[in-house]
């Protein structure tokens, strides 16, 4: 506990010189934020929600999951001098944590993104999330779009596979062949997830030989794959 309280005040500004602006922080939130990161108030992704943040104790959202035991015992409190530090290096704070981000180096940008996320995370906050920076979006990362209502081509009929190869037949009459190592198979169990027994193609990577098929749940995976040669 005092190597990670020492290492916050080695890393933390106490007092900045500069003043942040929101508008800039807004699109470093994009860039590097909002891939794993939601503003909306119980929305979590690959992180937790950072609605409500500031004087949060680290690793207490009741909603999220997926804490390492490092953050959960680390005994940080969220302050501008806390996130900061995280920000500017996370290992540095909470050794052991599992947060795959290597830092926002320039000062100045950090200052702009803390100004956005303390308006942007109030409770109550009105400012809508942007889309995500970077290639989130065909990595299968970020804020993903409503699966509840999917076109023809985008909705699954059914998956089979052979040998090394996943077909997959879609509600257009279409059949499309992947080879294994290039499908995922996920589930999203959220108000953005697909509808029972309408599980959704998302197209990934940028050459369109790779996708995801997101389930509504675990246990519909058994009931459209099946092996067929």
């Known amino acids: 506990m005092l190597r990670i309280a020492a290492a916050v005040l080695l890393i933390a500004t106490a007092a900045h010189a500069e003043t942040g602006d929101a508008t800039r922080g807004q699109r470093v939130f994009a ?3 909002s891939a794993c990161h939601s503003l909306q108030f119980g929305k979590n992704m690959t992180g937790p929600s950072l609605s409500g943040v500031w004087n949060r104790k680290a690793g207490s959202l009741a909603s ?3 804490y390492s035991d490092a953050v959960k015992s680390a005994g940080i409190v969220w302050d501008d001098n806390t996130l900061d530090a995280w920000v500017t290096a996370p290992e540095h704070v909470i050794p052991g944590n599992e947060m795959t981000f290597p830092g926002v180096k320039d ?3 950090r200052l702009d993104l803390l100004a956005f996320l303390k308006e942007a995370t109030k409770p109550g906050a009105t400012i809508a999330q942007m889309p995500q920076g970077g290639m989130g979006g065909m990595t ?3 804020s993903a779009r409503n699966l509840k209502k999917l076109d023809p081509e985008d909705r699954v009929q059914s998956v089979t596979y052979c040998q090394d190869t996943f077909t997959v037949a879609t509600a257009d009459g279409k059949k499309r062949k992947f080879w294994e190592r290039n499908i995922r198979l996920k589930t999203d169990s959220s108000d953005d997830g697909p509808t029972v027994n309408a599980p959704a ?6 050459m369109g030989d790779r996708a995801d098929i997101i389930f509504a749940s675990p246990a519909e995976i058994g009931k459209f794959v099946s092996k067929s040669c």
């Open 201 to 206: 193609l998302v197209p990934a990577g940028m």
């Open 31 to 33: 860039a590097a934020c």
């Open 140 to 142: 299968g990362g970020g």
């Open 64 to 66: 999220f999951p997926r």
């Open 107 to 109: 000062p100045q940008h």
